[in-house]
């Protein structure tokens, strides 16, 4: 092979495998953001049952003050 087309070989070849590098990289980078959108996906549902927690949490505390002052009138401490 001539010079010239040894050379138009090799940077065809270097061409391609940069194509190819870029089609990796992208294919990495969907998965990524696919991933970056579940995670996302869980927190919010972690959030969500996070607040449904701290409701219970305040609705038993209220529950439990109540009785509380009941028990203070059924049994005065004097």
């Known amino acids: 092979?001539?010079?010239d087309t040894s050379k138009k070989v090799k940077d065809l070849l270097n061409l391609m495998e940069d194509?190819?590098?870029?089609?990796d990289v992208t294919t990495e980078l969907e998965r990524i953001v696919s991933r970056i959108?579940?995670?996302?996906?869980?927190v919010s549902e972690l959030s969500e049952r996070f607040s449904a927690?701290?409701?219970?949490y305040r609705e038993k505390l209220v529950q439990?003050?109540?009785?509380?002052?009941g028990l203070k009138t059924?049994?005065?401490e004097n």
């Not at 194509?19 to 089609?23: E, F, T, V």
């Not at 959108?37 to 869980?42: N, T």
Request: cysteine-free; overall charge negative.
């Open 1 to 3: 092979m001539d010079p």
């Open 19 to 23: 194509i190819s590098s870029d089609i």
């Open 64 to 69: 439990i003050q109540s009785l509380k002052n």
């Open 53 to 56: 927690l701290e409701i219970a």
């Open 37 to 42: 959108g579940a995670l996302e996906q869980k």
């Open 74 to 76: 059924l049994f005065p």
